[in-house]
């Protein structure tokens, strides 16, 4: 099964990380991956300034990644989010970036594209 690592960067403003769940979609030329929640056990996610990398499997080859979704949906309170970029590092090594540079409010999917 294909395995995917990616990297998420949470921007350095006050207030910019959260603690809603995030989850990730993979679409690529040949389907779609699950919607994978990014979360790592007893490890605080998301915070103001960090980098969070995590490993996505997938059942099958997806082809040339074309755009990635990210869901953010409520834990506990409103909580916006500052993401800066999301990259992947494919199978067979190559890496792209989604470059996103906004804010994340409500609970909202948000389509970013190969920058």
Request: charged share 30%; aromatic share 16%; net charge negative.
């Amino acid at each position: 099964m294909p395995s995917y690592t990616v990297t998420v960067a949470t921007g350095s403003q006050w207030f910019a990380g959260t603690d809603d769940y995030v989850y990730l979609t993979l679409q690529g030329t040949s389907g779609c991956s699950e919607r994978h929640l990014l979360d790592k056990p007893f490890y605080n996610d998301f915070e103001r300034g960090a980098v969070d990398s995590y490993d996505v499997t997938v059942q099958e080859d997806l082809g040339e990644i074309q755009l990635i979704k990210i869901e953010k949906r409520k834990y506990w309170y409103q909580d916006d989010w500052y993401l800066k970029y999301v990259t992947v590092k494919t199978p067979v090594g190559d890496y792209l970036e989604f470059p996103c540079y906004r804010w994340i409010t409500d609970e909202k999917e948000v389509v970013l594209r190969d920058g």
